[in-house]
């Protein structure tokens, strides 16, 4: 069956350090990966997408790996900030009934501290 | 620019009472909608998406049911509501036909039913 996993356990960092995220897949062969960011109480945010010919991606402060041949991917933010505190969601095209949707991960929640 | 609207923000519910909830699009056409809902600890759960009026897909049989009366109309129901049914509702749209899927959501609404 496919599967997203994130680690499941909250990434407590330091400000102004980088915080690494990981996604892992199985069973996808997906054509994009993206990431989002999810404050509590409040619906998903899209950050960035990936394409599966792209190695890395960058976006401000934000950069994004992907290997497809680890089925993984790598979410960094650089010189994070108490701000960056929210859960990370990876998603993928996957086929449901009638069409194409995203599948979603669990998450990681990342806690930056001052 | 387009926006998402997605109403009540809070609810509750008792366990055999109906339930509607209501989501709208502006500024684009014929999108293609979505209903998740995430429990407590849970990832995001596909519960129907639509890609045209009338074009509703189920992905978990449940107690739940959605409607799409109007191109950007998008509406979650249940004739009687269970406990399990309690738990965050998102919905999200994406440009229609758009290979990279990329979705927005609404605010979300937290639904207790007790």
């Known amino acids: 069956s496919q599967k997203i996993e994130q680690n499941s356990e909250a990434l407590n960092i330091q400000e102004g350090k980088t915080a690494t995220l990981t996604c892992n897949y199985t069973n996808y062969s997906p054509a994009y990966l993206q990431w989002y960011r999810q404050d509590p109480g409040r619906g998903p945010v899209f950050l960035l997408l990936?394409?599966?010919?792209?190695k890395e991606k960058r976006k401000e402060r934000l950069k994004v790996t992907f290997d497809t041949t680890l089925k993984q991917s790598l979410f960094h933010i650089t010189a994070s900030q108490p701000a960056d505190s929210a859960t990370y969601l990876c998603a993928l095209d996957a086929i449901h009934n009638s069409g194409y949707a995203l599948n979603f991960g669990k998450g990681t929640s990342l806690l930056v501290t001052p | 620019s387009q926006t998402i609207h997605q109403w009540p923000a809070t609810l509750v519910q008792p366990v055999g009472s109906p339930l509607s909830l209501e989501c709208t699009v502006e500024g684009t056409s014929n999108p293609n909608l979505y209903w998740y809902r995430q429990a407590a600890g849970r990832g995001l759960q596909l519960l129907f998406y639509s890609v045209g009026i009338g074009q509703i897909s189920s992905e978990v049989p449940q107690n739940l049911s959605a409607s799409r009366p109007q191109d950007r109309q998008f509406i979650l129901s249940s004739k009687k509501l269970l406990l399990s049914d309690s738990g965050f509702y998102l919905c999200?749209?994406?440009?229609?036909?758009?290979?990279?899927?990329?979705?927005?959501f609404g605010a979300g609404t937290r639904l207790s039913v007790l």
């Open positions: 990936i394409r599966e010919n792209e």
């Open positions: 999200a749209w994406s440009r229609p036909r758009a290979g990279k899927n990329i979705q927005y």
